[in-house]
């Protein structure tokens, strides 16, 4: 079936359409259409996302997004109620602004072309970036038992699915989402938005560089020897705001120590979500580990994995451009609803905007 999907929850006008096929364990999926409009530059100038100026801006493009969508699938608008099977739309969790304003527009959608709703979580959307694969190595691997790390800008999550109708929450951030951490640390630096692909960047360059540096800062990694599957991390982003505060003190506030900075930081992020991770994966004999998220395109956290992992576990990510938002993801998940007779009332589907997954 050819599904129409729209992604608002954070700062990117999302949509996208997606052929799915066959039942969930068997899925086979053909992109047609996927286009995001980014709202980086506009949130860059105040390091974070202001909720209604979002909302503007979801509201601006949506129809230019859409059309462009079409013309990418060569579906013409007199073709819609012909060619579209099923419209999805994010109900949550996310900004309440920004998930009004493509809710509205799909209901608006299912309403006039008399089609199927599904309002899905963008948190199982997030996971099911990952089954936008067709090819083998995929289908080898999505074995269960299967824990999934689903890391971006507003969540820090570990989930056990031990069978596609329970997917089961086994701890998350206590206070901020490790995307956040990333994006606030950034911030402190005044190195842009969003913050985990700049420091990931010079992080990145700085190992490259210097390949038997020892970590300098000891910067805390908070919670990773807890017994339960829970994060923090706002204290490493106090420790860093510390840490920038002693060193200007000391005049020693400089590019080296920026790009030092960058460089800890991600060692320790990745650090602890990589050992938590496989604490979960060995504690319910799990088949698979897959990773999701933002921060799942972050290059470090996937070789970390694949180092750590060493064949004990097969490793699963999506394809980088899947990591961050985008409809695709949005239309699989809705897909998966779908399946299991999901469906909505056009006329009384709501934003959700703390939603968990049912
Ligand atoms: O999933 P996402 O696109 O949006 C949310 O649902 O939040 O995640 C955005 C987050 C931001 O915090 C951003 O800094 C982080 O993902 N991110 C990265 C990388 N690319 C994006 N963090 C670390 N390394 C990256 N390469
Ligand atoms: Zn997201």
Redesign the pocket.
């Known amino acids: 079936m050819k599904i129409l999907s729209i992604e608002t929850?954070?700062?990117?006008t999302a949509i996208a359409i997606v052929e799915c096929q066959n039942d969930f364990e068997n899925l086979s999926t053909k992109i047609l259409a996927n286009v995001i409009s980014s709202q980086t530059k506009l949130h860059a100038k105040s390091g974070g996302i202001i909720p209604n100026l979002a909302a503007r801006e979801h509201e601006k493009n949506l129809i230019p997004v859409f059309k462009e969508a079409l013309k990418l699938a060569k579906i013409k608008e007199s073709d819609l109620k012909k060619k579209i099977d099923l419209i999805v739309t994010t109900k949550g969790p996310?900004l309440q602004p920004s998930l009004l304003m493509g809710l509205n527009f799909a209901k608006t959608l299912s309403y006039i072309l008399n089609k199927p709703i599904v309002g899905t979580n963008?948190?199982l959307g997030?996971i099911f970036s990952n089954f936008v694969r067709n090819d083998e190595e995929f289908k080898n691997n999505i074995k269960l038992p299967l824990v999934v790390l689903l890391?971006?800008?507003?969540?820090t999550q570990l989930y056990k699915i031990t069978n596609w109708n329970n997917i089961e929450l086994m701890g998350e951030t206590l206070d901020d989402?490790?995307?956040?951490?990333?994006?606030k640390i950034?911030k402190t630096l005044k190195l842009g938005?969003?913050?985990?692909?700049?420091?990931?960047?010079i992080a990145e360059n700085f190992r490259n560089k210097n390949k038997n540096y020892k970590l300098e800062f000891n910067l805390p990694k908070p919670l990773i020897n807890s017994k339960d599957y829970n994060f923090s991390f706002s204290g490493l982003k106090t420790a860093v705001l510390y840490l920038t505060q002693k060193l200007k003190k000391d005049k020693k506030y400089n590019k080296k120590t920026v790009e030092k900075i960058c460089f800890e930081t991600?060692e320790v992020?990745t650090d602890v979500l990589v050992k938590k991770t496989l604490k979960l994966a060995e504690s319910i004999n799990a088949k698979t580990i897959m990773i999701?998220?933002?921060?799942?395109?972050?290059?470090?956290?996937r070789s970390k994995f694949v180092e750590k992992i060493n064949n004990q576990f097969d490793f699963l990510c999506p394809d980088?451009l899947m990591?961050?938002?985008?409809a695709v993801m949005i239309a699989v998940a809705g897909y998966y609803e779908y399946l299991k007779n999901k469906q909505d009332d056009c006329l009384l589907l709501e934003v959700d905007s703390n939603g968990k997954i049912e």
């Open positions: 929850s954070c700062d990117d996310g963008h948190l997030h890391v971006s800008g507003g969540h989402a490790s995307g956040e951490c990333f994006d950034a938005y969003p913050g985990g692909v700049f420091i990931s960047k991600e992020i999701s998220g933002g921060v799942s395109a972050n290059k470090r956290l980088r990591s961050t938002d985008n």
